[in-house]
């Protein structure tokens, strides 16, 4: 009877597991095309991550001044899920290794024709050899995890024409990722 109890208790939790996979699958696979708007990349990123700050403990949180000029064709929302997925690994990695004096920071740069955010952590970085994994769907390096969130986040940076880029170092500790989005052309304001 006892035995039972625990293969039903297994079984149910494998159940639940698959869905939650499915569950995460369907969302990659029909992730909407962006809804294009103007809007400053800084901005949408400031106020989404601003009120996190209180919500991190042990974690410094750093967020740089808005630049007024990172004018992109965005998806607000989707901006924010790609940049708090990213916010919430390193804090993540930083927790879950309780690292001393952890630390993230934003920040942000507007330079030929980019705007550039940079979201720098102090985790254990990561190895080298994992780095252009890492974003492919259904690789994760987290128990439980469905490796998903970063293929989700570099689609959505695909999607409005950017790029990532990961460099990581497990020697100095630390993890930069650099997002680069094409600024709006001034005969794209015209048409707005």
């Known amino acids: 009877n006892n035995l039972f109890k625990q293969s039903l208790k297994m079984i149910t939790k494998q159940v639940d597991d698959i869905d939650h996979l499915v569950n995460e699958f369907s969302s990659f696979a029909r992730m909407p095309s962006p809804k ?23 974690v410094i949180l ?10 992109i064709m965005g998806d607000e929302k989707q901006i924010r899920q790609a940049c708090g997925n990213l916010v919430k690994n390193s804090f993540e990695n930083i927790s879950l290794n309780k690292i001393k004096n ?23 970085g990561i190895e080298q ?51 680069k989005f094409p600024l709006i052309k001034k005969t794209e304001l015209l048409k707005w």
């Open 36 to 58: 294009l708007k103007i809007i400053n990349l800084n901005e949408v990123i400031f106020d989404y991550i601003k009120p996190m700050i209180s919500s991190f403990p042990n």
């Open 62 to 71: 750093k967020l740089d001044s808005i630049k007024k000029n990172a004018l």
């Open 102 to 124: 952890g630390e993230i920071s934003i920040y942000f740069e507007v330079k030929n024709n980019f705007a550039i955010v940079t979201i720098n952590d102090n985790g254990t």
């Open 129 to 179: 050899s994992l780095i252009s994994k890492i974003t492919e769907p259904y690789y994760t390096t987290k128990k439980g995890g469905t490796g998903l969130g970063l293929a989700i986040t570099k689609k959505i940076i695909e999607d409005h024409n950017g790029t990532i880029l990961i460099k990581s170092s497990e020697k100095i500790k630390q993890t930069s990722i650099i997002l």
